[in-house]
């Protein structure tokens, strides 16, 4: 992992069109500015996770549930 | 843009018996997925479109739009994952899965019938 140390108000440029700026910092929590092209989804990690999951037991589902329970 | 978890990026949706439609991988038809449009069975669920979801889809009119929520075993019968609709342009063909900020939505609810 690559580790970088800056300041508030300072940005880290990934590639040619994503910047993340750190807006600012108080405690343990830090604020974040990202600046990514459309279409470039962006998630907090912890609820990424939750989501993969979710799509995963729905794909696992799908072989489980009958349409005939909903109705 | 795909969907998390899903290794694949082009879907079809198929009638089953109506609402329930499979969401299938065109390139691995064994990778499905049942989803419905929430509104019938949640009356009240509803988001905003954020400008850059609009721009992914191409339009900003809500009558392009249509909205799919994934079905997933529960305890003692369905849920749904209303944390993380699809949201479609069907004329485009274009679609995305969303995940909502609203708190008051879980990825599985479950189905009151």
Do not use: C
């Amino acid at each position: 992992m690559l580790v970088l140390t800056r300041k508030t108000g300072q940005s880290i440029r990934i590639g040619e069109n994503i910047v993340i700026k750190i807006l600012y910092v108080e405690g343990a929590q830090v604020k974040i500015g990202i600046e990514a092209p459309k279409g470039i989804p962006i998630f907090r990690e912890e609820l990424y996770g939750k989501l993969k999951e979710s799509n995963i037991e729905a794909l696992k589902s799908s072989k489980e549930l009958k349409a005939e329970e909903l109705l | 843009m795909g969907i998390p978890g899903v290794p694949f990026e082009r879907f079809i949706l198929k009638d089953l018996l109506e609402p329930v439609k499979w969401l299938i991988a065109i390139d691995d038809p064994d990778v499905a997925m049942l989803v419905v449009p929430p509104f019938n069975f949640f009356p009240h669920y509803g988001f905003e479109l954020n400008e850059e979801i609009e721009s992914v889809l191409e339009t900003d009119k809500a009558e392009d739009v249509e909205v799919y929520v994934a079905l997933l075993k529960h305890d003692e019968g369905v849920a749904a994952n209303l944390k993380a609709p699809f949201v479609i342009n069907k004329n485009k063909k274009i679609g995305v899965q969303i995940l909502l900020e609203d708190d008051s939505y879980s990825f599985k609810e479950p189905i009151k019938k």
